[in-house]
C-alpha cells in the first residue's frame, strides 16, 4: 500500500468556454497517467464540434512522454461534452466511469425517447468502477469514492493525497452544485460532501469546475482544511437541514445549463455521437417540456 502515500504530479486545463478544468494525474515525464474529465469543443448554435480543447491536452501528454492508461470520467456531465472517445484514439488508455451510470442512462433514455438498441448496462464505457475499487495508473493507486448527490452516479477519484471531487464541491468562496438534474438529491450530497471532508485535512482536491466571483482569478485546487473552515455551503457548522434549505431554494432559481440537452445525450453513450441516421449525418434530440 505504500503506493497510496506517493503524491501524483496533477496538471490542470481550465476551459473558459464550459468553465471545466480537465486534469492529467501521473508521476512525472515517462510515467503512466490518468486523464479526468476531458472536453470536447462544441458550438451549440452552429451543432459543429471541435478538438482544441483536447488536442491542447494531447500536445502536454505528448510533451512529457506519458502513457495514457486511464480517461476517467467523474460523472456523465451536463455542461460539456466529453472528448473520451478522441482521446482513446489519439492517446489509448480505458475509458471509466461511475458504475451508477446506468441509473443515469435509464432516467435519460426515457426523457429522450433513446433508440431501443441503446443499452442500459454501461457497456458503451470500457470499465464501470464501483464505490471503493482501487485501480493502478503505472505505480500509483486510484481509489474511487462514490460521491452521489449532484448525479445519482458522481464519483471522485483519489490518487496519492489528491482527490479529484468532480462536480460536489467547488473553491470555497463558490460552494457546492445543484441537486436538481433528474436523481440529483441535496440530502444525498450533503452526506458525500461529508465523506470528503473526512479525509486528512492537508489533502489536496481538485475541482471540475471554478466560476470565480469578480476580481478573483481561476483557481481549482484547494484543500480539506481549508474547505471544513470556508466553503460558504458546507462549511463546519453547517447542519444538514441547512444545506438542504439553502441547496433547494437556491436550484429554484438556476436555469438549465447551455449544453445539458446535447451534452448528456453524448455523454451517457461514453462521448459517443448517437447512430447516424440514414443520410450519414449525427443528430441530438430536443424534448419539448420535458425537463
Ligand atoms: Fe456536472
Given at each position: ?27 512525472g ?5 490518468a ?12 451543432g ?17 512522454d ?13 455542461d ?6 478522441y ?18 442512462q435509464?432516467?435519460f ?16 464505457f ?22 452521489p ?5 458522481c ?48 489533502t489536496?482536491?481538485?475541482m ?32 444538514e437541514?441547512?444545506f438542504?434549505?439553502?441547496r433547494t ?8 445549463p447551455?449544453?445539458?440537452?446535447p ?29
Amino acid at each position: 500500500m505504500t503506493s497510496v502515500t506517493l503524491n501524483p504530479q496533477v496538471h490542470g486545463i481550465f476551459d473558459s468556454a464550459t468553465w471545466t478544468v480537465t486534469y492529467v494525474v501521473h508521476q512525472g515525464p515517462g510515467s503512466a497517467a490518468a486523464i479526468i474529465d476531458s472536453v470536447l469543443d462544441y458550438d451549440p448554435k452552429s451543432g459543429r464540434t471541435r478538438t482544441t480543447s483536447a488536442d491542447q491536452l494531447i500536445d502536454y501528454v505528448k510533451a512529457q512522454d506519458l502513457q495514457v492508461q486511464w480517461i476517467l470520467e467523474t460523472h456523465a456531465h451536463a455542461d460539456h461534452l466529453s472528448a473520451a472517445p478522441y482521446l482513446r484514439q489519439q492517446l489509448g488508455g480505458q475509458i471509466g466511469i461511475g458504475d451508477q451510470i446506468t441509473r443515469v442512462q435509464k432516467v435519460f433514455k426515457g426523457i429522450f425517447n433513446l433508440e431501443p438498441e441503446f443499452r442500459l448496462d454501461g457497456s458503451q464505457f470500457d470499465v464501470l468502477l464501483k464505490d471503493g475499487q482501487e485501480f493502478a495508473i503505472g505505480d500509483l493507486t486510484a481509489r474511487v469514492l462514490a460521491v452521489p448527490g449532484h448525479t445519482p452516479a458522481c464519483v471522485a477519484y483519489q490518487v496519492g493525497d489528491a482527490v479529484f471531487v468532480g462536480d460536489t464541491l467547488f473553491m470555497p468562496d463558490v460552494g457546492t452544485a445543484r441537486c436538481d438534474f433528474p436523481g440529483g438529491d441535496a440530502k444525498t450530497l450533503y452526506a458525500s460532501v461529508k465523506k470528503l471532508l473526512s479525509l486528512p485535512p492537508e489533502t489536496r482536491l481538485f475541482m471540475c469546475h471554478d466560476y470565480p466571483p469578480a476580481g478573483r482569478p481561476v483557481a481549482f485546487e484547494t484543500t480539506v482544511a481549508e474547505q471544513r473552515a470556508k466553503n460558504i455551503h458546507v462549511h463546519e457548522g453547517i447542519s444538514e437541514a441547512e444545506f438542504v434549505a439553502m441547496r433547494t431554494q437556491r436550484d429554484a432559481t438556476l436555469e438549465m445549463p447551455v449544453l445539458i440537452l446535447p451534452a448528456v445525450q453524448i455523454n451517457i453513450r461514453a462521448g459517443q455521437m448517437p447512430p447516424k441516421e440514414a443520410n450519414g449525418t449525427d443528430y441530438v434530440k430536443i424534448p419539448i417540456n420535458a425537463l
